[in-house]
Nanobody, 127 residues
Framework: EVQLVESGGGLVQTGGSLRLSCAASGFTPDDPDDYSIGWFRQVPGKEREQVACISSSDEITFYADSVKDRFTISSDNTKYTVYLQMNGLKPEDTAVYYC?????????????????WGQGAQVTVSS
């Protein structure tokens, strides 16, 4: 069974930083060099937004325009663990952040329906 466990969410003031972690256990892509792990976020009443993603061997990385130059995604390929360093946080970054994994490196950032999802981590940025 694949489990994606997010950690690192919380409450921070505008301009602050948080680091999200996602550990994917039981994730065994058919090709260990062909997968993507990424972060999405959702605010109640709004569509889910892809924030950032990274493919196997860091071959592909993607950032939404709204987070470029503020967020950094990185990975530990040996453990299927991904991090999202969020700096310069703004109130509009407030959302539930979901980690997702998919068995294709081309999923980043071309599709939104990934194979596996975590439970989500709340990030709240106060003004």
């Amino acid at each position: 069974e694949v489990q994606l466990v997010e950690s690192g969410g919380g409450l921070v003031q505008t301009g602050g930083s948080l680091r999200l972690s996602c550990a994917a256990s039981g994730f065994t892509p058919d090709d260990p060099d062909d997968y993507s792990i990424g972060w999405f976020r959702q605010v109640p009443g709004k569509e889910r937004e892809q924030v950032a993603c990274i493919s196997s061997s860091d071959e592909i990385t993607f950032y939404a325009d709204s987070v470029k130059d503020r967020f950094t995604i990185s990975s530990d390929n040996t453990k299927y663990t991904v991090y999202l360093q969020m700096n310069g946080l703004k109130p509009e970054d407030t959302a539930v952040y979901y980690c997702a994994a998919d068995g294709s490196k081309w999923s980043c950032p071309n599709i939104l329906e990934w194979d596996y999802w975590g439970q989500g981590a709340q990030v709240t940025v106060s003004s």
